[in-house]
Every structure is written in C-alpha cells, then in structure tokens.
T-cell receptor, first 107, second 116 residues
Framework: ELKVEQNPLFLSMQEGKNYTIYCNYS?????LYWYRQDPGKSLESLFVLLSNGAVKQEGRLMASLDTKARLSTLHITAAVHDLSATYFC???????FGEGTQLTVNP | DAGVIQSPRHEVTEMGQEVTLRCKPISGHDYLFWYRQTMMRGLELLIYFNNNVPIDDSGMPEDRFSAKMPNASFSTLKIQPSEPRDSAVYFC??????????????FGEGSRLTVL
C-alpha cells in the first residue's frame, strides 16, 4: 500500500524567509502532484512532476522530484502572507494524498 | 469549460436519512474520483472510475456508501442511511490520463455534509 508522508505538518514562518516542505512516499511512482488548499475552499493544482529530476517553478514556489529517493520538495522563497494555505502532495495514478502542510506566513 | 460541478454545495440532514451527492466531470475526462475530507482523517479516496467503470472502491467505508457513474458526464455518491460520522466535505475530481498527458486532477468545489 502506497504511503505518503509530508513534513512538517505545521509551518509558521515570517515574511521574507525561505523554507522547504518535504514529501516522502513508500513505493515507486512515475508522477507526483502538489496542490494548494485555502480554508473552506477546494484544491488547486500547483505542479505536476513526471520524471526523475523534474523541477517546476511558479513565482515563489519551486517543486522538485527525486524518484530514486522517493522524495519531492516544495521550496518557498521569500515567503509572503498570500502563500498561507495548506499544501498537499499526491502520488501515483490514483493520487494518494499526504496529510498536508499547513503554512502560515506572518508579517 | 465550467470545471467539475458538484451539488449540493451544502447539505444538512438527520441521521438515518438518505443523502445523494452529484458530480459532473469536465467534458472529455476519462477518470472520476470521489474523495472525503475531514480534520481527523485528511483526504481519503473513496472510489474512482475509468470510462464509467468503477476501478477501485476499497476506500468506501461501508455498505452504506455506494457510487455510480451511469454515463461520462454524471456520477453520484449515495449514503443510506447517513450517520453523524459521515459529516465531511466530499470532493469529486476528474482527469484525463493518457500517454503524454499529465493526469492532473481537477477538483470540484466540494459538498459539505452535516449529519445531525
């Protein structure tokens, strides 16, 4: 059974700082997704990573995938308040989700 | 495209009542997923369909839950009888998975169910 673990689960950071969220998964997979969810809202797709070494960037967020290590990272650069949300990674064709990382960016 | 459309957006019902949640996937998508989200258990996959055929229903919690997809543009998730522990947000999502395609999942706005 595929297991997906994220850490940290809660992250409080100051504006302007950098941080990384980690997503580990237990079995081989050729695809990994990152989603964002604002409170009371649906999930919004951020990145799709389909190969080892894939790197995608959008604004202050950058995601990467290492399929050999079964690890993906979501790096936040110079955080701003608008990035406050819960971030999920999901793995595989049937999208098994991690627990989510609740990010709060403080002024 | 209007995206994945779910109804109702909110449902409040009493224990023992039947609940039916509805979903219209994005046109052309061949996969449809039903997820449940709660604070305690996070996002759980209940069932998913490929070309209207149920592929994996191992996440359906009990026989009280059933899901159908009679055609490519409509799916239902039914709970009968409902119980307070079924209270959650139910998301429907769809995707198009083929060689060269990302398989990105698009979510509906969710149906928030409260069972009293």
């Amino acid at each position: 059974e595929l297991k997906v673990e994220q850490n940290p689960l809660f992250l409080s950071m100051q504006e302007g700082k950098n941080y990384t969220i980690y997503c580990n998964y237990s079995t081989t997979s050729d695809r990994l997704y990152w989603y964002r969810q604002d409170p009371g809202k649906s999930l919004e797709s951020l990145f799709v990573l389909l190969s080892n070494g894939a790197v995608k960037q959008e604004g202050r967020l950058m995601a990467s995938l290492d399929t050999k290590a079964r690890l993906s990272t979501l790096h936040i650069t110079a955080a701003v308040h608008d990035l406050s949300a819960t971030y999920f990674c999901a793995v595989g064709i049937r999208l098994t989700f991690g627990e989510g990382t609740q990010l709060t960016v403080n002024p | 495209d209007a995206g994945v459309i779910q109804s109702p957006r909110h449902e409040v019902t009493e224990m023992g009542q039947e609940v039916t949640l509805r979903c219209k996937p994005i046109s052309g998508h061949d996969y449809l997923f039903w997820y449940r989200q709660t604070m305690m258990r996070g996002l759980e996959l209940l069932i998913y369909f490929n070309n209207n055929v149920p592929i994996d229903d191992s996440g359906m919690p009990e026989d009280r839950f059933s899901a159908k997809m009679p055609n490519a543009s409509f799916s239902t998730l039914k709970i009968q009888p409902s119980e307070p522990r079924d209270s959650a947000v139910y998301f429907c999502a769809s995707s198009f998975i083929s060689k060269g395609n990302t398989g990105e999942l698009f979510f509906g706005e969710g149906s928030r169910l409260t069972v009293l």
